[in-house]
Every structure is written in C-alpha cells, then in structure tokens.
C-alpha cells in the first residue's frame, strides 16, 4: 500500500523529462515507496532542504544545471544514496559518475524491473547502516557525515570522516591498507601511497583523549581500538 506522500521516507526524482517521470514514478509507487518529484536542480534542493530522501534518482542533464555537479556539491554534506539515471553511458561517463559520488548508474534507455531491483539495492545497502554510530565518546551521523567528541564536532574532512566510520563499524578489527583505500578513495591503488598515513595521524590527533586511536599492525594494516 502507498503511504501518505507528505512522510519524510521517501524516494526523490529528479528528472526533466516528463514521460521518464511518469513511469518512474508509477512503478515505485505500486511497490509501495512514496516519491517526490524534481524537474531541477533548484526545486531538488528545496525538497532536500525540507528533508533528506531515502535515495536520489539523479538525471546529469537538467535545465539549470549539470547533474555531477549536484552530487558533487551533495557528498560535501551528505551520503544519501544515489543512482544516476541518464543517456550518458560510455566508460568515461560511468567513471566520472562515480568518481562524482554516485551509488549506481543505469543508462537509458533501461528495464523497469531492472530499474526497480537497482533502487531497492541501493534501499538495502542504506539501512545497514544506522543513523547514528557511538563508540565510548565518539560520535558519527552518518546522514550529515560529522563526528563528534563529547559533543564536539571533530570538523573532519570527508576522508577523514569516511575512514573514522569505516574503523567505527568494524572496531577491534584489523583492516589491510588495500581495503582502506578501495573504501575511502575508491581504488585499491592509491596514486600517493602517503595518502593513507597522512589521513590516518590527522584522525588519530582529533581523536586525542577519546581513550580510542587507531593502530599500525605491521604487515597487517591498522586496527581502530583502546588505548
């Protein structure tokens, strides 16, 4: 059953072309999810602003601006989930797309059935992860992407605050360099392998006095732990 469409659980598209609209729209909602609907930037971020979405279905190509753009200036604030939904679909497009932030890509034209199991993935992945993580005074909100000690925003740039949750959600558990890296900057090889050293001693220095640091194991990778 479709719900009241004025609850804050919702999926937002945003979208240009009215027809693409409407059967994304009508398919979703016989699957019960409640929609709002976008036809630019400037009306998405006025829905956003009310409340965040359960996930963005994000066109690139929009009257008042580019799509990646958008998600780009989203992922400075927030990980809401979201499955860029365009005619754009070479390696390269998929890659910056990506690279912008995205979830998921689907190119159009495209399966509604396939269209339908990519956002209830994406639905899937979201809720594994809590609205809030605590471990002794740490804090994280994960839709606003900040941390806190005692109360205080740690004011974590984004890959330091997507390393902290990455510790966080598996505390006491060593994580190789290579799993660090793939998670926080997207790729397995880092194109400077002082990359993870820098960003892991400007954590541990925020995290002074938190009782909790993160720790080298030699040869294996590093463990979030107490000290």
Known sequence: MVTNPE?????LLVEDEIQVQK???RILERSGYNIRQAFNLGQARTIIKQSAP???ILDIGLPDGNGLSFLQ???ETSNIPVLILTAMGTNEDIIRGFEQGSD???TKPYDLKVFLARIEALLRRARLVPETITIGPIRLNTVSWTAFLDEEDLMLSKKEYSMLQLFMQHPEITLSSDLIYDRVWGQETPENPDALKTIISRVRRKLDGSGYTITAERG???VFEQE
């Open 220 to 222: 294996e990778g590093y």
């Open 7 to 11: 609850d804050n659980d919702y999926i």
């Open 54 to 56: 359960l996930v963005i």
């Open 23 to 25: 059967k994304n729209k």
């Open 73 to 75: 200036e989203l992922r």
């Open 104 to 106: 998921d890509y689907l």
